[in-house]
């Protein structure tokens, strides 16, 4: 199972750093976890084959997370020739289809017709799916817009959770705990520390909780790029942790 930061940035525009965005490549199955501005574009300049994503799953509908949702639909079908014919699985929390629905509005009802299958299933937090044979996808709430979910991805014996956006949660490190990485954002200095994101600390104080092999940090907002991440985290945290830049990547070998 490998894990790509594609895009570690936020609604503040950043040099390096597009908006959010990760992707999961196991076996058939190539998922991209929410799809914020400049996404799609990154996912070129890695020379990621995005023509070959089978999923997408959004963790909340700030426009940070899903505003390239349009330029990816728009991709595979005038973006690529023979245009996609396979199907696409888009999965979000409760009110996905509405976003979708507002999408098309907006672009014209041709933007979900494309001439390829999509699926779009809607989450309860808790509710689990698979993407596929022994790939499990699992959600969960946390506290950041009332649809904001974080997900878990298992597989082949390894797990991966991304928070999305979130405010401190004891829930979150209790339900991340153990897994092999732990993708958090980590939104801002503890100085500028807002109710719905995180702070290097916090973010220290949540890989306290979960244990995870490794706290990988992103949705950095230019003025925690300021501070010593690192040193405020491991305060709280004293595992590996690792600040993901655009383009990062990591293989969990088949436990
Ligand atoms: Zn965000
Ligand atoms: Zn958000």
């Known amino acids: 199972m490998r894990l790509t930061t594609v895009g570690t940035g936020t609604a503040a525009p950043s040099r390096g750093r597009v908006q ?9 199955v190539h998922l991209l976890m929410d799809c914020g501005s400049g996404v ?11 023509q070959d994503i089978t999923h997408l799953a959004i963790t909340h509908f700030h426009a940070d997370h899903v ?11 005038y973006g690529q020739l023979p245009p996609r014919s396979t199907r696409l699985d888009i999965i979000g929390p409760v009110g996905m289809l509405r976003l979708l629905s507002r999408f098309a509005t907006v672009f014209g009802d041709g933007l979900l017709s494309l001439g390829f299958p999509i699926s779009v299933r809607e989450l309860a937090p808790g509710e689990a799916i698979a993407l596929s044979d022994g790939v499990q996808l699992r959600c969960t709430k946390v506290p950041h817009t009332e649809e904001s979910m974080a997900y878990s991805v298992e597989a082949r014996g390894r ?19 153990g897994c092999d990485v732990l993708l958090t954002e980590c939104s801002l200095p503890d100085a500028m520390a807002v109710p719905t994101h995180l702070t290097p600390s916090q973010c220290g104080a949540l890989g306290a909780a979960a244990r995870p092999g490794v706290l990988v940090l992103t949705h950095f907002y230019p003025p925690v790029e300021a501070v010593d991440i690192r040193g405020q985290v491991g305060e709280r945290f004293d595992g590996a942790v690792t600040l993901a830049t655009d383009g990062w990547s990591l293989d969990l070998e088949e436990r």
């Open 159 to 177: 797990r991966i959770v991304y928070t999305g956006d979130t405010a401190p949660d004891e829930t979150l490190g209790q339900w991340a705990h």
């Open 40 to 50: 799609a574009t990154r996912l070129a300049d890695l020379a990621i084959r995005w």
């Open 20 to 28: 959010s965005g990760h992707l999961v490549d196991v076996g058939d």
């Open 67 to 77: 505003v390239d949702i349009p330029t990816m639909l728009y991709a595979w079908r």
